[in-house]
């Protein structure tokens, strides 16, 4: 019999609200099925089990928040006897007992009456990211109705995702930022490599592609970042308990950058091993799922080193900050044409700005390098990645 | 396809590549990076669902031509006629 827990799904995860439940009692369960969703500080996270059995018993209920190792439900090992008292009869079950994802109460103050407003105008409220206590309510008694939070919601943008509370996720952000800088002594170095071969079989490869296929330079700089933090010692990890942990597997965090502020990097998993076409099809989906979908707990924890790419339309470089317990993440500022020796003569050549942060306890500068040139030397040849 | 069957075909990916945009709120002038904040992999994404919903496959070099609302209206209707 195994309990299933709230897990942690970062370094600064404290509680976290049940959403969703995906599976009930009676349910078969394989290691690695997402079972639940819990909203967090990051927005909505699928919640993955990682044990093999039969739920037993769901212990928590939807819409209430609870701290990291709360017990939310019991697997039965594969062959267990059920619980006594608990003993689950699928078929008897009637069907309005069975757990159906139900949308979370809006995250309003209803008590003692402070701000009396109707139901849908709190759930509209809840959609549009309005504060009842800043509306004034023009129902009986002064109470809030849909037309007063439709008026105080006009023009206002769609939160950014679903339950997305933008001030917990900069609070979160600064939080494991702020651990990052105290606890890991950074060191930088920098390098502009010569993007001009990648470029070139990039737009001769997309050129005969219909945009399902294309490929984007984001999708290159993640592989050779990948192959290259396999290659080299003291990047690809995290930090547990006073020690680096080296990770054969690279789960590339990508960094993704939502609308209306706020970040997310989520990791690819097994990136070096993969293809650059089944690559490129990963980021799309996580991308996607980072904007409107949801993310997974393992990619939430799992990451081994970080990416962040600067885009197409933006600056030459970025100094990043290590996501704890990493120990490195890459920075790709937007490539453009830049006068560059070539042959002894000045030439104008597709150039990219690369930044390392790494951690100074695991590597130092001699190691930082090497890494750096061997994404410099993967970039190419990028028929080969 | 009219120019309006066009538009609304348009907004209706847009919105759906980039689900926490209104179409709404989306100006004629508006650019699809530097005002609605669409990356590389959002624009990707439009012009495959734009390829999917109108067979219009849009080459890289083109992509400019569909950075407003008002230009990609313009482009898709060029190219449709």
Known sequence: MGVFKMPSLGADMEEGKLVEWLVGPGDTVKRGDVVAVVETQKGAIEIEIFEDGVVDRIDAALGTSLPV????????GDGEAAAPAMAPEPESVPAAQLVKPIPAPPPVAAEAGETPASP?????????????????????????????VESAGKGRRKPAKQGLDMDAMRAAIAAAMTRSKHEIPHYYLEHEIDLQAADDWLRARNADCAPGDRILMGTLFVKATALAAANVKGMNGQYVDGAFQPSKPVN?????ALRGGG????????AASQPLDQLMASMRDLVARARSGRLRGSEMTDGTITISSLGENGVDGMTAVIYPPQ?????????R??????????????CVHVTLAADHRVSDGRRGAKFLKEIDTLLQNPEDL | MTKDDIKAAFLKELTSVAPDIDAADVGGDDQLQDDLELDSMDILNLVTALHERL????????????????????YLAERLG
């Open chain 1, 69 to 76: 190792g709360a017990p939310l439900a019991v697997i039965r």
């Open chain 1, 120 to 148: 849908a105008a709190r759930a509209r409220a809840a959609e549009l990211g309005v504060d009842l206590s800043g509306v004034t309510g023009s129902g009986p008694g002064g109470a809030i109705v849909l037309a007063d």
């Open chain 1, 252 to 256: 590339a965090g990508v960094a993704v």
């Open chain 1, 263 to 270: 970040l997310i990097a989520p990791a690819i998993m097994d």
């Open chain 1, 327 to 335: 120990v490195a993440i890459v920075a790709f500022g937007t490539p």
């Open chain 1, 337 to 350: 044409p830049a006068p560059r020796v070539v042959d002894g003569a000045v030439t104008a050549r597709m």
């Open chain 2, 55 to 74: 067979g219009v496959n849009i080459p890289e070099e083109d992509y400019r031509r569909i950075e407003t609302l008002n230009k990609a209206v313009v």
